[in-house]
């Protein structure tokens, strides 16, 4: 990652032990943490961290993560932000290890619902991309970076001109999930 990409980008959440490297940032997501919001399993939470820039206009939004101990639903993915109401995020998300499952979220008017793909064989590195076109958006995955595959497409009726955009990573059922965001590139 080069610094000069991030320069503009704030936390949301921030968390308590994040370690800039050469090239990459280092975060290890509280316990407990999650964006959901569920009427019909009665909570809802918007306490994980997420590393955003705003945008007000159209863009393509690629980050990359490597990660370890995807499992127990961990995440670390992209996330796409209005407010606590209306949000998108995309990440790895397995109950374990050995049955990697990538997954989406799209929350409107305060419900989220869930999405699964089950990806062909374990990872320990994906690239998300994120495109907007007015309140339209396409979202994408990639096991390499070069070959993305279209996972969802959605529209915000909610959106406003000036959207949050980042990487955004949590633990819902425990602690100590780390993982390195080696890029995030926004054109």
Not at 53 to 82: P, Y
Request: one cysteine or more; a negative charge.
């Amino acid at each position: 990652m080069i610094l000069e990409n991030i320069k503009d980008f704030e936390w949301y959440n921030e968390p308590k032990n994040v370690n800039f490297g050469g090239h990459e940032l280092t975060v290890a997501a509280a316990a407990d943490t999650d964006f959901w919001q569920s009427r019909q399993h009665g909570f809802a939470k918007d306490n994980g961290h997420f590393f955003f820039v705003k945008q007000n206009n159209d863009f393509t939004c690629v980050v990359k993560w490597r990660f370890s101990k995807a499992e127990h639903f961990n995440q670390c993915g992209i996330m796409l932000r209005i407010d606590a109401c209306n949000w998108f995020k995309a990440s790895i998300m397995s109950e374990s290890q050995k049955n990697p499952e990538l997954g989406s979220c799209l929350t409107v008017d305060g419900v989220s619902d869930w999405a699964g793909i089950v990806l062909p064989e374990e990872a320990n590195q994906l690239w998300y991309k994120l495109v907007r076109h007015g309140n339209d958006y396409v979202a994408f995955y990639s096991v390499d970076g070069e070959n993305f595959v279209r996972m969802r497409q959605f529209y915000l009726k909610a959106a406003a001109e000036n959207v949050a955009v980042g990487a955004y990573i949590c633990s819902p059922q425990n602690g100590g999930f780390e993982a390195v965001l080696d890029d995030i590139n926004l054109y």
